[in-house]
């Protein structure tokens, strides 16, 4: 269907000569239909996130395991702490439903790859890889020793040629 605006249905009802008062009033009423449309197109901004890695540390010892984790995404201003809690928020809600009834998940690896984003969305939880990703553990100190880097600045080299 095609669209008009109401200003353009306006000039046209003058051009046929109706009566000022009756024309005021099927101008008003288009405006009371149309204000209602307008408000629906204007979407929220999107939420700001950050990303969080949720580790798999089964033994309880985090160094000197191979790790295996997932990428998750919450909120900007939400505390990453909670982020166990939306997981758990967003499993229950998918056990509850009728796919959830039939095969539950048990585990956070299982809510992770099975329960749809519709199920975390709710709690502010985006899955970013539903898989299990490698972790690999640092102590964030570059090692001076082993790498002996001589500073060299080649736009002067260049000079000299």
């Known amino acids: 269907m095609a669209k008009i605006e109401v200003n353009q249905v306006a000039e046209i009802l003058k051009k046929h000569k109706l009566d000022p008062s009756i024309l005021r009033e099927i101008v008003e009423e288009m405006n009371e239909i149309t204000a209602p449309a307008a ?5 929220p901004p999107a939420p700001k996130k950050q990303f969080v890695i949720v580790l798999s540390d089964m033994d309880g010892k985090l160094p000197k395991k191979d790790l295996t984790g997932w990428v998750v995404q919450i909120a900007e201003n939400a505390s990453p702490y909670t982020t166990t809690d939306r997981i ?33 969305k709710e709690s502010e939880l985006w899955v970013k890889t539903k898989l299990p990703v490698a972790v690999v553990v640092t102590d964030n100190v570059l090692p001076k020793d082993e790498f002996k880097v001589e500073k060299v600045d080649r736009r002067r080299k260049l000079e000299e040629e």
């Open 39 to 43: 408000d629906e197109d204007i979407k």
């Open 88 to 120: 758990f928020k967003g499993a229950y809600d998918f056990n509850a439903s009728k796919k959830g009834r039939l095969l539950p998940v048990k585990s956070v690896g299982e809510a992770l790859e099975s329960a749809s984003a519709k199920y975390f």
